[in-house]
């Protein structure tokens, strides 16, 4: 499962298959020798790589809801941060609007 790249770390790491004998990502499994793992020899046509959801039975439809929660969750957040910036920068200009008009109102 190609996950985005926006994915959290974590989920990516829960969804990244591996050779269940050595932990060999299955990306690094070349193409040209898909049936055996390239560092310890396990026969992968009897044990395909899995992730580690896989293995606690947490895959299937439940990964894609989670990744889509989990990037609505970060959007939400990235948006709510910009706001707060927005209003930060706002509120200190005018802080410093008023700070400047009290300085030159008093020499
Ligand atoms: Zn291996």
Do not use: F, K, N
């Not at 790249?5 to 499994?29: K, T, Y």
């Not at 990235?78 to 700070?99: E, N, P, Q, S, Y």
Request: net charge positive; glycine share 6%; charged share 20%.
């Amino acid at each position: 499962m190609a996950l985005p790249r926006e994915a959290p770390a974590l989920m990516r790491r829960h969804l990244r298959r591996r050779c269940v004998q050595c932990g060999l990502s299955a990306d690094a499994i070349p193409a040209s020798q898909p049936m055996e793992c390239p560092r310890c020899g396990c026969d992968l046509s009897e044990r395909p790589p899995r992730s580690y959801a896989q293995m606690e039975g947490l895959d299937a439809a439940a990964p894609a809801r989670d990744v889509e929660r989990a990037l609505s969750d970060a959007r939400v957040q990235a948006a709510a941060t910009r706001w707060l910036m927005v209003v930060g920068a706002v509120l200190a200009a005018g802080i410093g609007g008023l700070a400047a008009m009290l300085w030159a109102a008093s020499h």
